[in-house]
T-cell receptor
Framework: AQSVSQHNHHVILSEAASLELGCNYS??????LFWYVQYPGQHLQLLLK??????LVKGIKGFEAEFIKSKFSFNLRKPSVQWSDTAEYFC???????????FGKGTTLSVSS | GAGVSQSPSNKVTEKGKDVELRCDPI?????LYWYRQRLGQGLEFLIY????????KSGLPSDRFSAERTGESVSTLTIQRTQQEDSAVYLC????????????FGPGTRLTVT
């Protein structure tokens, strides 16, 4: 069965530090990849997505992610985090049938000001 | 515009009772999805609707769980004879079509079974 692994359960950073959250998926075929974010008290919302083309994708709020097919990875990065980036981050991949998203368990990011 | 809405936002029920959770998708979205998030876990897929048919219900954990959708509108997830392990946040999402569109999520219903 397809799966998504997020390596970091909880990341704690100071403002202005750089961020990289790891995400690996198990399926080797054509994939559609997503990063979603859930700010405290808010809905899940899309940060960025990759369907095809340039493997470096840019999302909202200065986030970017790089799709590396050979490593089955889709890591999320931000050069300088802000206190407002404190949230839970989820990596997801479309299942083979294209009928659902398979989510990782999420990474909680805490940014201190 | 209006996003995905879900009701109730919180539901506390006694073990053995039936519950109904409602989802109103974004207008015009043909695809609708239900997910469950248990404490400390990622989201688990439950069921996918395209229009009012459910081509993928592989994530429903048992026959106590069922869902229906009226046309391309509201959907109801029903859990019969609730158990404590059903306690979770139930999330609904919609999209303009099936993959590769992004899914837009509602606020969820927090279900607590006592």
């Amino acid at each position: 069965a397809q799966s998504v692994s997020q390596h970091n359960h909880h990341v704690i950073l100071s403002e202005a530090a750089s961020l990289e959250l790891g995400c690996n998926y198990s399926y080797g075929g054509t994939v559609n990849l997503f990063w979603y974010v859930q700010y405290p008290g808010q809905h899940l919302q899309l940060l960025l997505k990759y369907f095809s083309g340039d493997p470096l994708v840019k999302g909202i709020k200065g986030f970017e992610a790089e799709f590396i097919k050979s490593k089955f990875s889709f890591n999320l990065r931000k050069p300088s985090v802000q206190w407002s980036d404190t949230a839970e981050y989820f990596c997801a991949v479309t299942n083979q049938a294209g009928t659902a998203l398979i989510f990782g368990k999420g990474t909680t990011l805490s940014v201190s000001s | 515009g209006a996003g995905v809405s879900q009701s109730p936002s919180n539901k506390v029920t006694e073990k053995g009772k039936d519950v109904e959770l409602r989802c109103d998708p974004i207008s015009g979205h043909t695809a609708l999805y239900w997910y469950r998030q248990r404490l400390g876990q990622g989201l688990e897929f439950l069921i996918y609707f395209q229009g009012n048919s459910a081509p993928d219900k592989s994530g429903l954990p048992s026959d106590r769980f069922s869902a229906e959708r009226t046309g391309e509108s509201v959907s109801t997830l029903t859990i019969q004879r609730t158990q404590q392990e059903d306690s979770a946040v139930y999330l609904c999402a919609s999209s303009p079509g099936s993959t590769p569109y992004e899914q837009y999520f509602g606020p969820g219903t927090r279900l607590t079974v006592t």
